[in-house]
């Protein structure tokens, strides 16, 4: 507590100009034992207007409603202005306060005290921008997450294993889809896991500018020996799911390397155009196939530049069978 009082009386006075004094506030006492328990309180005089701050010292993230409700609840017994005081805030969280209209401070860092008519913003010098387009390994987990609704292991070493990466990889897509506002990151203990930040189809429209074709390239090949790749993909798979014909050309998703395996070892050749296609991918298609084809949310990634109005109005047609 006493770190956090230097923290705060220090920030406030290199950016407003002013010297603070915390006390404990002595009507702490009078509150539910649940608010009690989540947070210390300090009352000063901040620009001659009485206030209090809310500190809180969990490692949870807590959600942007329930931290208004507390504020409300405090506004009951206190007078003056109440102030959320955390250590450390998500953007995501900063954002959402924001929109709640609940005043906070982040010492060193940022405070939004709009009662006081200051929005006073510093981003944190080691977070980097958030990419325009999301990373292959970002982007397979975004969707891994959108395709397994339930699934149950979300921490960084659950999904390492589930998806191939390196638990240093995980870490950092978990960082980089956190500062593109498109995932939760939760700390519990040594434990952090990642969720979505809003519900599948708004998080899914919101990062639409953010995703991209996972092919890099597509192969002309031979048409009996590509049947063996067992991923059905473009047309071949936009017919499993519209009622777009898939045409006599059967197209298949492969990584590079399983790609490469597979030539090597089935000793086919590039073929000429009109056999079958091979899209090589940026990320595993095995890891989010529905029904031993591409997933829907790739596979409309990979087909949504198609000047085709037919696939467009099947790209329409599959979305709307997605239950969100």
């Avoid at 409300?72 to 250590?87: S, W």
């Amino acid at each position: 507590m006493a770190e956090y009082r230097s923290e705060l009386t220090k920030y406030l006075g290199d950016a407003l100009g002013v010297s603070i004094k915390p006390t404990s506030w002595p009507g702490k006492q009078r509150l539910p034992i649940y608010l009690r328990q989540a947070y210390d309180f300090d009352q000063f005089d901040l620009l001659d207007r009485p206030c209090i701050t809310m500190v809180d010292t969990s490692a949870d993230d807590v959600s942007p409603a329930t931290i208004r409700k507390h504020v409300d609840q405090l506004r009951e017994k206190f007078p003056g202005d109440v102030i959320y005081v955390r250590q450390q805030l998500a953007s995501y969280l900063r954002k959402r306060l924001i929109e709640q209209r609940v005043q906070f401070v982040v010492p060193g860092n940022q405070m939004y005290l709009p009662g006081f008519g200051i929005d006073l913003r510093e981003f944190f010098r080691q977070q980097r921008p958030a990419p325009k387009q999301l990373s292959p390994a970002a982007q397979l987990t975004f969707l891994y997450l959108l395709v397994n609704r339930d699934i149950a292991d979300r921490t960084v070493n659950g999904l390492a294993q589930s998806l191939g990466y390196s638990k240093m990889s995980i870490s950092r897509v978990l960082s980089e889809l956190e500062n593109a506002e498109l995932g939760r990151v939760e700390t519990r203990g040594r434990h952090r896991s990642l969720s979505l930040m809003e519900d599948r189809k708004q998080a899914w429209e919101r990062a639409q500018s953010r995703l991209k074709s996972p092919v890099s390239k597509r192969l002309a090949v031979d048409a009996a020996a590509a049947d063996k790749l067992r991923v059905p993909a473009g047309l071949s798979a936009l017919a499993e799911f519209s009622s777009i014909s898939a045409g006599a050309r059967r197209t298949y998703a492969a990584t590079a390397k399983d790609f490469a395996e597979y030539k090597a070892k089935s000793k086919t050749k590039d073929a000429t155009v009109g056999e079958a296609e091979v899209e090589i991918w940026t990320y595993d298609p095995k890891l989010l196939m529905e029904h031993e084809i591409v997933d829907r949310f790739s596979l409309f990634l990979s087909l949504r530049d198609s000047e085709d109005e037919r696939v467009q109005a099947a790209l329409g047609e599959m979305m709307e069978t997605i239950a969100w």
